[in-house]
């Protein structure tokens, strides 16, 4: 039986429309920001692979501190929240003008459904040189156990 999630649904769709309004170059009005209360599905970027007893993430984290960030696992669910801040020197009292402004700054969150349930009470994240790793174990009833067999 095949899951459906409204709200993963409703992503989606979202995405499909940004994707379709910035082929059409309309500059900035097309561009996800970082906005309070704006989200960018695709931020933060991931890499995940597993092995036989764990999942393994990891997220591109440049500028972000580890106490601006939020990580949360429920069931097969993992959110992760946070901010970029602006630095201190960025504004510099109004005397600079900006030309380009790629890096954005606010909060994000980006919620993705994982391949496999895990153990959400033995999962472990580090943060270094903006890359952030989360090392998830798989749930102790989906690893593989060995069965002896007995003669009778």
Not at 17 to 24: E, M, Y
């Amino acid at each position: 039986m095949a899951h459906f999630d409204l709200f993963n649904e409703m992503d989606l769709l979202r995405r499909e429309v940004d994707n379709t309004f910035r082929n059409f170059a309309l500059g900035p009005m097309s561009t996800p920001t970082f906005l309070p209360g704006s989200t960018s599905g695709d931020y933060p970027r991931l890499n995940i692979s597993s092995n036989e007893n764990n999942l393994y993430i990891e997220a591109l984290m440049p500028g972000i501190r580890p106490e601006d960030l939020e990580l949360s696992v429920m069931q097969n669910t993992l959110t992760l929240s946070g901010e970029r801040k602006a630095d201190s020197d960025d504004d510099n009292n109004g005397e600079r003008t900006w030309h380009r402004r790629e890096r954005g700054i606010g909060r994000f969150m980006r919620t993705i459904e994982l391949p496999t349930s895990v153990d959400t009470s033995k999962v472990d994240a580090l943060c270094h040189d903006g890359i952030l790793a989360i090392t998830l174990p798989k749930a102790e009833h989906l690893k593989a156990r060995k069965i002896s067999v007995s003669a009778n």
